[in-house]
């Protein structure tokens, strides 16, 4: 027996614990069950939220999807705009438009292309409401907005990784052949396992 517990501690646990939700009625143990939740109780209000915050991301025209520092739409940039406008009725979030990052402006000292543009981001935002009110969009001047993306884009290190990661295939694409011709140790020539 341990000294630091007293000799009555024990039988006082086991009796309670077997005792629990037997005490006067013995069908009052099907009472202290608590049922479970349906499946989903506690898990769907997250996946609800991350699809309307995908939902908002989705009317979100990114600086990449115009030509350089112009205000002309490139060829995914049309195609993302035809598809916001015919399911813009579906939505309540505003389309929004990334500002520009890559400007130069003449009164720096090295005239790096770092900068913001309003000119040319309202620009941007007008030709995108002139082209949604021509697809029959009648709140498009209220609808659409110059502001940062809901999600941030990758960094292009990140964007290499994500688009080799596509083409090789499983789970994160194998450990590198570390194995020495596949005898063991980690790896497995460079593909995933499952």
């Not at 086991?14 to 009625?25: D, E, H, K, R």
């Not at 809901?150 to 596509?166: M, N």
């Not at 083409?167 to 194998?174: I, P, Q, V, Y």
């Not at 194995?179 to 980690?186: K, L, N, R, S, V």
Request: hydrophobic content about 35%; glycine content about 16%.
């Amino acid at each position: 027996m341990n000294p630091l517990v007293p000799q009555w501690v024990v039988p006082l646990t086991t009796v309670v614990i077997f005792a629990g939700c037997q005490y006067g009625n013995y069908n009052r143990n099907r009472d202290c069950i608590t049922p479970p939740m349906p499946l989903g109780t506690l898990s769907d209000p997250i996946w609800k939220t991350h699809e309307s915050g995908a939902e908002a991301s989705d009317l979100v025209i990114h600086e990449h999807e115009w030509v350089a520092n112009t205000n002309s739409l490139n060829d995914a940039g049309i195609s993302h705009l035809m598809r916001i406008a015919s399911r813009i009725h579906q939505s309540q979030f505003p389309i929004v438009i990334e500002p520009s990052s890559q400007s130069v402006r003449a009164e720096t000292e090295h005239q790096f292309p770092i900068h913001n543009d309003l000119k040319l981001d309202m620009s941007r935002r007008d030709i995108v409401v002139e082209t949604l009110m021509k697809r029959g969009i009648a709140d498009a001047q209220a609808r659409v907005q110059v502001g940062p993306a809901t999600a941030p884009g990758f960094e292009s290190f990140e964007g290499e990784s994500a688009y080799s990661r596509g083409f090789g295939g499983g789970f994160g694409g194998g450990g590198g052949g570390g194995g020495g011709g596949g005898g063991g140790g980690f790896g497995g020539g460079g593909r995933g396992s499952f």
